[in-house]
C-alpha cells in the first residue's frame, strides 16, 4: 500500500483543541501576519475539519494556506466556503 490507513492513526483532536494548542503562540505570529499551513499526506481528505479550523485560525487573527493536490472525498464533500 502507498498511504497510511485512517482507522487508529495517530492523535485525534478536534478543531478547537488544534486552535487550543496554536492560541499560545498566536501573540507571536500575529505581529508578522502570521498563520497556519495544512499539509501532509492530503488535508482534503478531511475538508470539513480543515474549514472548522482555518475558522478558528482566522478567529485568531492568522492567515491560513493550505497545500493540496486537491483530491478530495470519494464523494467530492470538500467544497466549503471559508
Not at 492523535?11 to 505570529?29: D, T
Not at 497556519?36 to 482534503?44: D, N, R
Not at 475538508?47 to 478567529?59: G, K, N, T, Y
Request: with cysteine; aromatic share 8%; proline share 5%.
Amino acid at each position: 500500500a502507498d498511504t497510511w490507513a485512517f482507522e487508529g492513526a495517530g492523535n485525534i483532536m478536534n478543531s478547537k483543541e488544534v486552535a487550543a494548542k496554536v492560541r499560545r503562540v498566536a501573540p507571536y505570529l500575529q505581529p508578522n501576519h502570521g498563520g497556519l499551513t495544512i499539509s501532509g499526506g492530503e488535508p482534503m481528505m478531511q475538508p470539513h475539519f480543515v474549514a472548522a479550523l482555518f475558522m478558528e485560525m482566522h478567529a485568531l487573527g492568522l492567515t491560513t494556506c493550505i497545500d493540496t493536490n486537491g483530491q478530495g472525498t470519494k464523494h467530492n464533500n470538500w467544497y466549503v466556503v471559508v
